[in-house]
């Protein structure tokens, strides 16, 4: 299927909602002269794509609040390029939002779900990758200010970086990893402030890595502005630079496991790049203050501290040996 870049994507969406809605059925118009998926208009005005299945296996339906998928249905398209009607059977993914912001990030998360599957999936795999994808999006209840603005830093260092692929492959590999970047070999962890002075609160895992292991602890300032930035248009930033649709999911997939369907929310939440870009500096694990392991007491855990990086040095020049550090 050939790749759309967003622009393209969510004109296809907006020019659907100009048309007129068809009588009997739905609008629609194919995501791409090579796909037989189309990309679709309810009454309501909600984004449905319209998934052209191999199989007519009986696979049951998931129905949420904001979210319906439909398997194997009957459905009467009037294609918007062509004014033909189609009568077809597809697996329909729905999201029930109005929201533009939502709208945007839908089309763009399912999308790139679509081109990482084969062209005509089997309703069984198709409902298993939708059915991770909503598991991610409902498993956040509710976000918190503090939560943005440490995904705002993480996505600057990636913006930043000279490898933002190679850092999205080593981002959140695995959810319970102490560190927020990690390649197998070496780790980088990525601390924000909003206040004055560069200090940050670390577990004690965080500054005590294992010997084997490098670390850098990334530090920046993170300003919240009433105009600016926000943490979309840094992924829009991060997007243009990358090709390769597996990098552009993750990238999407680990957003999406912090904000969950808070999208409408986060969406409003703007911050100053440049504060942002200007503070940003790397250090050395070892040369900031911390509380060493062998001098916690027996039966102590879950230790946690806050240090003052102000009149520590930053770090001006990475290893040339590691991959992850010279991906910065």
């Known amino acids: 299927m050939r790749t759309l870049n967003k622009a393209e994507l969510i004109q296809k969406f907006l020019d659907l909602k100009t048309r007129p809605h068809a009588e009997n059925g ?20 909600y984004p449905i794509f319209f998934i052209d299945c191999s199989t007519s296996d009986r696979v049951s339906d998931i129905n949420l609040k904001l979210f319906k998928v439909l398997i194997n249905r009957q459905c009467n398209i009037s294609d918007s390029n062509s004014d033909v009607s189609l009568d077809g059977v597809f697996s329909i993914i729905q999201l029930n939002s ?90 980088v962890e990525v601390k924000s402030t909003n206040g004055s002075k560069r200090e940050h609160t670390f577990a004690i895992e965080q500054l005590n890595p294992n010997p ?31 090709s390769d649709v597996d990098v552009l999911f993750k990238l999407r997939e680990e957003t999406t496991q912090t904000i969950g369907a808070n999208v409408e929310e986060v969406a409003k939440m703007y ?11 790397f250090f050395d694990y070892a040369s900031i203050p911390a509380i060493r392991l062998a001098d916690v ?19 001006e020049h990475f290893d040339n040996d590691s991959v992850l550090f010279n991906s910065l």
Do not use: C
């Open 212 to 242: 084997g292991s490098k670390l850098l602890i990334a530090s920046l300032f993170v300003s919240q502005t009433g105009v600016g930035k926000n943490i979309f248009d840094i992924i829009d930033d991060i997007t243009s630079r990358i």
């Open 98 to 187: 109005l929201n533009p912001d939502f709208q945007k990030y839908f089309l763009e998360v399912v999308y790139l779900l679509l081109l990482r599957l084969e062209n005509k999936p089997t309703v069984a795999v198709l409902k298993a990758e939708v059915s991770k994808l909503l598991s991610i999006f409902t498993s956040v209840k509710s976000i918190s200010k503090e939560i943005v603005r440490g995904l705002w830093a993480e996505l600057i260092v990636i913006k930043l970086s000279s490898n933002p692929s190679y850092l999205i492959r080593s981002w959140h590999v695995v959810p319970e990893d102490k560190f927020d970047f990690n390649d197998g070999t070496d780790k």
């Open 26 to 45: 739905f609008n629609a118009v194919t995501i791409s002269d090579d796909s037989t998926h189309r990309l679709g208009i309810s009454p309501e005005g």
């Open 297 to 315: 007491p027996t039966g102590v855990s879950s230790v946690h501290f806050r240090s003052d990086l102000t009149e520590v040095s930053p770090i």
């Open 271 to 281: 911050f100053d790049e440049n504060a942002s870009v200007d503070s940003l500096q």
